[in-house]
């Protein structure tokens, strides 16, 4: 094949790879966030939350979910209890949305959980409550 034959460009090629590598990124994110999780390291996982790794210097920015929540979220007496194990179940993203549904299993429970990952910058949050978004077990 000669520079004059070669195949004409599709965009979708390209829009494909990006979403791609969008979709890596995002899920090593919220893995990262996760192994943060089970080995304990609370400062590690807020860090990754909220894609910040300066939120010491800064507290004030994070008062509406500050470490000490956090921290009670997600440590031992948190409603998961003691995270040991997680497996990724599935991504979702919704229509026109600037993040990522990533739906897990932790500790083997029946109840998936289910968070939201921004594209942008990769800080992880709750489901907004307009996100309407039925998760079977």
Same mark, same amino acid.
């Given at each position: /094949?000669?520079?004059?034959?070669?195949?004409?460009? +599709?965009? #979708? !090629?390209?829009?494909? =790879? =990006? /979403?791609y590598?969008?979709?890596?990124?995002?899920?090593?994110?919220?893995?990262?966030?996760? !192994?943060?999780?089970?080995?304990?390291? &609370?400062?590690?996982?807020?860090?990754?939350?909220?894609? +910040?790794?300066?939120?010491?210097?800064?507290?004030?920015? &994070?008062? %509406?979910?500050?470490? %000490?929540?956090?921290?009670?979220?997600?440590?031992?007496? %948190?409603?998961?209890?003691?995270?040991r194990?997680?497996?990724?179940?599935?991504?979702?993203?919704?229509?026109?949305?600037? %993040? *990522? *549904?990533?739906? #897990? /299993?932790?500790? +083997? =429970?029946? *109840?998936?959980?289910?968070?939201? *990952?921004?594209?942008?910058? =990769? #800080?992880?949050?709750?489901?907004?409550?307009t996100?309407?978004?039925?998760?079977?077990?």
């Amino acid at each position: /094949m000669t520079l004059f034959e070669a195949k004409e460009y +599709d965009p #979708s !090629v390209e829009k494909r =790879r =990006r /979403m791609y590598a969008i979709a890596g990124l995002v899920l090593a994110a919220f893995f990262a966030f996760l !192994v943060a999780i089970e080995h304990k390291d &609370y400062e590690r996982a807020y860090t990754i939350w909220n894609a +910040d790794p300066n939120w010491k210097q800064h507290p004030q920015k &994070y008062a %509406g979910y500050n470490f %000490g929540t956090f921290e009670l979220d997600w440590g031992p007496t %948190g409603e998961y209890g003691e995270i040991r194990s997680h497996t990724i179940r599935t991504a979702l993203t919704p229509k026109n949305s600037s %993040g *990522v *549904v990533v739906i #897990s /299993m932790i500790n +083997d =429970r029946k *109840v998936p959980l289910a968070l939201w *990952v921004e594209k942008k910058d =990769r #800080s992880i949050t709750f489901l907004p409550p307009t996100l309407n978004i039925r998760i079977e077990p």
